[in-house]
């Protein structure tokens, strides 16, 4: 028998990241999140944003090879030809030791106008060995449960300040803890549409850089567990955000940037909509409540059209739907603000926070970090403070190994 039976960390793993939209306590108002498959979709996995706040719409794209994530757009005003960044982010630490996240990010410039990037996106939820009903552990029978995202975009310069870029990607979700016949690896496709205009505007007697980007990530079909006969909404997002970096010196300059997201998914009708319905008196908090109309209210959802929403109408449709009225979709908006000190191009520091309503998933934090970039290669570093629930992320540093293809090309040709 195995010393440790595993068999739980998928469903830790999943609790996990149910914490990152629901609070530990009970509320009076209708705790009501916009659920989408594929989580690790809407993971930032570079420690530049990281560290400030999960912003990086409309930050500077001078030195940064991690646009593909946040705004490809902007790879065409990046300073070097080519670049390969790695990014690693751990993932429940205080609970497990192998669920992470990983991110390989690279572009290559065609010219001074065009760009090609992609990245390769990989989230583990480590080994889970598999056990009887009875609690006996299966020897030699593990399986890794995973989440992957591969991405291509191609970007251009519209103008000498704006530029937009399209993109496609595959994504393939496996959560099976089991090997049974009716549960498969869910696969679906989605494109993004991105913007950036960037240019100098005059503030006191400084020439500041500002930078305004807009994204439209995941736009694409639904992805399904079950061989297509329930399927679930991706991660479609909208992302706006603005950035101003002001110079202080010849070697010292100073950004703020903020970022606004918008997911466009439709609001799933609440437990508190249905029980109005069959039980007006029943309290929806209560567990026996719950385990008493569980069933019915997976009919009922099903009965609403919820399921059988297209994409397309998926998005038009989240603007408009939540129960609550504007005041509840003003909700759904969550946003983050960074701030980052530059000196000479070569040190970093940076800080920023992250907001979400307690009633659409609670995630509240502030971040900090820092930055070294030499010639030939960046590393950054982010950590999270949580403060408003446990957070898979909560202390954990997180890494950003990046290079410079021109740097490298400079040191082989000495």
């Given amino acids: 028998m195995m010393k440790r039976n595993r068999v739980t960390r998928v469903i830790i793993s999943a609790v996990g990241l ?35 706040g999960d912003v990086g719409v409309a930050t500077d794209p001078y030195m940064d090879i991690n646009n593909q994530y946040w705004n490809p757009s902007k790879y065409p005003f990046t300073n070097s030809q080519a670049g390969i960044s790695l990014c690693y982010t751990p993932w429940l630490r205080k609970l497990v030791s192998d669920i992470d996240l990983a991110n390989l990010t690279g572009y ?74 009716d549960v498969f690896p869910g696969k679906a496709f989605s494109a993004d549409i991105s913007m950036f205009y960037q240019n100098y505007i005059g503030v006191g007697r400084r020439d500041c850089l500002l930078g305004l980007g807009l994204n439209a990530s995941n736009i694409g079909s639904k992805i399904s567990y079950d061989g297509g006969q329930t399927n ?56 026996a409540t719950i385990q008493k109309y569980t069933s019915d209210y997976a009919q009922w959802v099903a009965g609403t059209g919820y399921n059988e929403l297209s994409p397309m109408a998926g998005i038009f449709k989240s603007f408009s739907d939540a129960p609550g009225g504007f005041e509840e979709e003003i909700r759904e908006i969550y946003w983050g603000v960074g701030a980052e000190y530059n000196y000479n191009d070569q040190f970093f520091l940076r800080g920023g926070y992250h907001y979400e309503n307690e009633f659409k998933g609670n995630r509240k934090y502030f971040t900090v970090g820092a930055g070294f970039h030499m010639n030939v290669f960046s590393l950054d570093a982010a950590y999270l403070i949580s403060t408003a629930q446990s957070n898979p992320l909560d202390q954990t540093l997180r890494f950003t190994l990046s290079f410079d293809m021109d740097g490298i090309k400079q040191i082989m040709g000495r």
């Fill in 18 to 52: 149910v914490l990152t939209v629901q609070p530990l306590h009970a509320q009076k108002e209708i705790f009501n999140p916009v659920y989408t498959g594929v989580t690790s979709l809407s993971i930032a996995p570079d420690s530049r944003a990281g560290a400030m």
């Fill in 232 to 287: 679930e909404f991706i991660p479609t997002n909208l992302r706006l955000g603005v950035s101003l970096t002001v110079p202080i010196d010849e070697f010292n300059s100073f950004s703020i940037s903020a970022d606004a997201n918008k997911l466009m998914v439709p609001t799933k009708p609440t437990f508190r909509q249905f029980l109005d319905e069959v039980d007006p008196e029943a309290d929806a908090r209560d567990a």
């Fill in 108 to 181: 290559y410039k065609l010219d001074d106008y065009s760009a090609l990037s992609g990245s390769l996106t990989y989230f583990s939820l480590g080994e889970v060995f598999v056990s009887t009903d009875g609690g006996q552990s299966i020897s030699n029978f593990a399986i890794h449960p995973y989440e992957m995202a591969i991405d291509f975009d191609y970007s251009r310069k519209l103008s000498e300040n704006f530029s937009a870029a399209v993109g496609m990607r595959f994504i393939y979700s496996d959560l099976q803890y089991n090997y049974d016949d």
